[in-house]
């Protein structure tokens, strides 16, 4: 978004300098053709160096056709008559690039709100486990490794008819493989280490508007990731089928989530929650 942000502003600041500071020369309009958009003509000028130019001439008509105008020359054309016309393309500009910053203020505003309900999930007391989950590695506050995401890990060959760059391990900070995993863009799977035999997955991405279920492998729901009510960013809830909380996580920063997983919160769904923050529900 950040090129054509700058596009609107840029066009009218150059428009602005041509109008007061460009070079004022007498052009001679020689001919114009009608399109959509009205007149358009061209003209020709001799710069203050003797060199000879030709341009189309904004603000100019068919009856315009023949005669010599004063027009100001700029990085973007030449520009004839005063600031004025071109106004209302200057009001709109400046519609544009105030919608452009009320987005970027209400966006930073969402992040900073994120990122304490981000802090608060780290902080709070209670016997949880809380982590720092970034596109990899999964850590304690403290900096002590949790869980590592490990592409092509030399311990497991590869499965027939699996693709490489979607198939990895998960392994805990002990080296001790607690199972493997892959991923599409509509599918995550939880694997028995070393085997195809599905533990867990969250199935359907594209079908389940935001609220994945994780289910064991024989499609029972274990549990869902909503978003957390109250909230207006990145902030999401790990709940039961019951409704319980079974944890949350929220986009500390850049990349990086944190995530919170309460004592009820099984071993498999808590794998299965790193699997989907490690894979398509990487943080931006």
């Known amino acids: 978004m950040a090129p054509v942000f700058l596009v609107f502003p840029l066009w009218a600041g150059t428009v602005i300098y041509t109008h007061l ?12 053709s009608h399109s959509r958009s009205g007149w358009e003509c061209r003209g020709s000028w001799t710069d203050s160096r003797g060199g000879r130019h030709s341009a189309e001439v904004a603000h100019t008509d068919i009856n315009d056709k023949g005669r010599s105008l004063k027009a100001r020359t700029g990085p973007f054309g030449v520009h004839a008559g005063s600031l004025w016309q071109d106004t209302p393309l200057l009001l709109a500009a400046g519609l544009f690039l105030a919608g452009g910053a009320a987005i970027v203020l209400l966006s930073r ?52 008819g699996t693709d490489a760059e979607r198939y990895a391990t998960l392994r805990r900070s002990d080296g001790r493989i607690s199972s493997s995993l892959t991923w599409s863009d509509d599918e995550v799977r939880l694997l028995e280490p070393g085997r195809m035999t599905v533990e867990a997955r969250i199935p359907h991405l594209d079908l389940q508007s935001g609220r994945p279920r994780i289910e064991n492998a024989e499609g029972r729901l274990l549990a869902e990731i909503v978003r957390a009510s109250g909230h207006t960013g990145n902030v999401y809830c790990i709940a039961a089928p019951d409704g319980t909380e079974l944890g949350r996580f929220a986009r500390l920063r850049r990349r990086t989530w944190a995530l919170r997983l309460e004592p009820g919160c099984s071993t498999l769904v808590a794998d299965m929650v790193l699997a989907h923050l490690f894979t398509v529900g990487r943080a931006a």
């Open 21 to 32: 500071w460009g070079q004022e020369v007498m052009v001679e309009i020689e001919r114009c």
């Open 109 to 160: 505003f969402v992040n900073r709100e994120v990122a304490q309900v981000a802090q608060r999930i780290l902080t709070d007391p209670g016997p949880a486990l809380t982590l720092l989950v970034d596109r990899s590695t999964a850590r304690r506050p403290d900096g002590q490794e949790y869980a590592l995401l490990r592409l092509g890990d030399p311990e497991l060959p590869l499965p027939p």
